[in-house]
């Protein structure tokens, strides 16, 4: 019963992050043997280790404890760098600092990696720089060949990439290959978009003129992701970037830092060019001055940033000395709606992926829960049966597990303290509310929560559900619409009326109707109001790096 559960939320989500289905995961866990992924096709032409095999070991202890690879496929150990990527080089910090990557889930250190600094990234941005005169001037079959080639390999190496995923950032591994899945589909995406930048032929106003629009790489492009998704936030930024023909320095986060190195490591093998994509790796500590060096150099022309709304902020701020574009995914706070009218059992089903995969850590994760008076009881204790039957924490490698740790203790503060002020201020403990030790936190229902508890105010990030309780449209409609976020919105409801009317009026850059999980490769991310600018994705991704110019050819008329 319980294992069926987990198979279906899990399943359900990996096939839709898949999109085209490479892979179709029946089970929650690998181990299993429902699960029926496509054979995966291990080519791997070798000679790009530039660390010896012993230190790649010792600088990832952990893998020593993960499944073996499949017969004939390089195990996860092979993809982990502990240098940074610069120009082409695997190179450490300047001043020779390191610092620690930790596994979430067990709490040790699995390895270290360079910590570098202001002085590190303007190399970067100084040699992205240089290869940016070359970069652009090849054709966009080239740079699509480059993706393609790139993307081949994620997917062949798609369960070793994910194993390694798990263990620096703690997501089941059965979510791992649906990010891998998600991510590698940006690459194959924008393969294809680098061929459709299309310029336009506008009628002319006089007969010797002729006016055309072209469209032109902004430059070199500063990249800053999140470790929630340690692959794909990745793919969909540097992917839709080198597919314009800009070149990119990219700061991943202090938590994630091996799955971007994984990254470049293919991408060198795919022959991409040096200097097209550098990595640089830095601690939490050197994070605002690396992130200051990209938004203020005149050598860097565009920052695309996903993180939190506070971060977004500072970097816009400073991005704005030199006038540049900035594309930024921020955080969210969305409302999930169930409307009186609404099939229950499929907004529950719909909720318990739209909330708790990746343990609750995700920007689109439904963080006020409104459910309309005449069917709140049935929503509240159907849900507390689906969590009890379906929910089980654990180490993400581990069989079973559909809840991995948060990533580190300020998130497990974090879901702590906005279930301790709930309660305070009247709010019911359903299931759950306790910390379990290390970076755990029971997956947990609140009954009973107000507007002006934090977990209404403020996105919790973790595995809370905080169910609100409301009479009518004009008034749920209202409180949705009443904070400064406006990612993702969601709202259950077979009455047709309503679905267009509420999905017109929510302020939110992503609307779900009828469905908790909606993200896929081609479509445009982005939020409204402080949850960002611009859209990632699709063919709306590739236009946050490219530029328009208008040319106005005279002369042409007798
Ligand atoms: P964060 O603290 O804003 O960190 C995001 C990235 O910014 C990390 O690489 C971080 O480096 C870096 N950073 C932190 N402070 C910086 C500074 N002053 N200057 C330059 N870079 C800086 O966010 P997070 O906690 O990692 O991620 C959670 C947030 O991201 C949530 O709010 C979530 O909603 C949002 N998010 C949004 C989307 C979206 O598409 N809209 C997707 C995923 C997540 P360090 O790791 O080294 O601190």
Redesign the pocket.
Known sequence: MLLSGNAKLLGRYAVLLSGFAKIRIKSSHYFMSKIAFKPFLVIFKGSHFHLKPSSLLSAFRKMENLPPAKAGARPASSFVCDKAYVNGEWVAAKNGKTFDVVNPASGKVIGNVPDMDANDVQNAVEQAFRAFQTWKETTAKERSVYLKKWAELCWQNQEELAKLLTTEMGKPFAESKGELAYGTTFLDIFSEEARRVYGEMIPTTAHSRRLLVLKQPIGVAGL??????PNA?ITRKAGAAIAAGCTVVL?????TPYSALALAKLAEEAGLPKGVLNVVT???TN??E???VLCKSPLVSAIS????????K??NEQAASTIKKCAL????NAPFIVFDSADIDAAVEGFMGCKFRCSGQ??ICANRVFIQDGVYDKFASKLAAKMDGELKMGDGMQQGTTQGPLINQRAVEKVDEHVKDAVSKGATVMRGGNKKGGNFFEPTLLSGVTKDMKCSQE?T?GPLAALHRFKTEDEVVTLANSVRSG?AGYFYSRDLGQIWRVAERLEYGIVGVNEGLVSSPEIP???WKE??LGR?GGKWGIEEFIEIKYVCMGGIGK
């Open positions: 800053i992701t999140p470790w929630n998704f936030m700061k991943p986060a202090e938590d830095s601690s939490r994070a605002p690396v992130g200051k940033f996903t993180g939190s709304t506070a971060v977004g500072i970097l995914e921020l955080g969210g995700t920007c996105e990030f990612l991310f982005g939020g949850s960002g990632e």
